[in-house]
């Protein structure tokens, strides 16, 4: 693609070389001559004269001094990330069911559906339109899928989950297995039945071996255009708001609500029945107490988790104490011996 074509196409002036054709995206220290690369932070703006990049996406104010071939663009990242995926495009849905396959005689099947090796469909489960279904993956009954999903090799989902549009389920995802629920009896626990579903938006991706659990009662809810990366856990009964984002090996234990717009670090620890508000950031690690609210738009830390100046405060207290170790311990020396008896 050449460079004014697809400047043109991202709504995005240029300088330079329009006529100079892209064939890939690189990073900057390895991006060559026919590569497109991006300029985002200050670091990256003095590095920039020593890349190879073909054409560097920069933003408003850059200084292109050297009168490289730049597009300039207010999100520089964002841009890149839209001229990515024109330049790798996913490669197009070959309609048919394999051979291997089983569906059941009152499965629907849209138009368009790929069917992969070994791929199970249960009774009364509806593929939309366009939708990838990978190798061994097995989808089990009343299930219904949407439009444009790709749901990866080794994808299992349980009976009666809804699942929207342009939904991408990768390799080892599980969808609607029983909650964590037993009450105890006598002397042992007791199964308390899990008998609820599971409902995912539109535009929602879930990452590598991540779990979302069926509701125990009603319904474990996971809004449009939320991406869980790999290794997340997403217990019953939790609800999970829209674009949320939420960084690999985080847990959400039963009943937990996440707003819109939340972010949620790695490595994160969430109790029973917590609250994430809106807009609210978890930062990676923390550990949020059952019940506890994080409030809307604030920043937190640590475990438990408190807001971020607190966290950064308690940090430099705590590394002050083995100074104040060694002056309690001058201050103990200077002092006179008590009188012996």
């Not at 790929?114 to 097995?138: D, K």
């Not at 008998?195 to 009603?218: K, P, T, W």
């Amino acid at each position: 693609m050449r460079v004014r074509e697809l400047a043109d196409w991202l709504g995005a002036p240029y300088e330079g070389d329009g006529e100079k054709e892209l064939t890939d995206v690189a990073d900057l220290a390895c991006a060559g001559a026919t590569d497109l690369a991006f300029v985002a932070t200050a670091q990256a703006a003095r590095a920039a004269s020593r890349s190879a990049a073909g054409c560097l996406i920069v933003p408003p104010d850059y200084d292109n001094a050297e009168g490289r071939t730049v597009i300039r663009a207010a999100e520089p990242r964002t841009a890149f990330a839209r001229a990515a995926s024109r330049l790798h495009p996913p490669p197009p849905v070959t309609p048919g069911i394999h051979p291997s396959a089983v569906i059941a005689p009152g499965a629907e099947i849209g138009p368009g559906v790929a069917v992969g090796p070994l791929a199970v469909i249960g009774e009364g489960s509806r593929i939309g339109a366009g939708t990838r279904i990978g190798a061994l993956t097995v989808i089990g009954r009343r299930v219904s899928i949407g439009e444009d999903c790709t749901l990866h090799a080794h994808v299992t989902v349980y009976d009666d989950v809804d699942i929207g549009n342009r939904v991408i389920l990768h390799s080892g995802c599980v969808i609607g297995a029983d909650g964590f629920g037993f009450v105890f009896e006598g002397d042992r626990y007791q199964k308390f039945p899990q008998i609820g579903r599971v409902v995912i938006g539109d535009d929602v991706e879930i990452g590598a071996n991540s779990a979302v659990d069926r509701a125990a009662l009603g319904v474990t809810w996971i809004g449009e255009g939320t991406k869980l990366d790999n290794m997340v856990h997403v217990a019953h009964n939790c609800r999970i708001g829209r674009h949320v984002v939420v960084a690999a090996q985080t847990g959400f234990s039963g009943g937990v609500v996440v707003e819109d717009y939340a972010v949620i670090g790695g490595q994160v620890g969430v109790g029973d029945k917590a609250r994430i508000e809106s807009r609210a950031v978890v930062g990676s690690g923390a550990g949020i107490l059952t019940s506890k609210i994080v409030r809307s738009g604030q920043v937190v830390w640590g475990t438990p988790a408190r807001p971020l100046k607190e966290y950064l405060e308690m940090l430099a207290n705590l590394s002050r104490l083995p100074q104040l170790r060694r002056e309690v311990a001058e201050l103990k020396r200077r002092l006179p011996s008590e009188p012996r008896e």
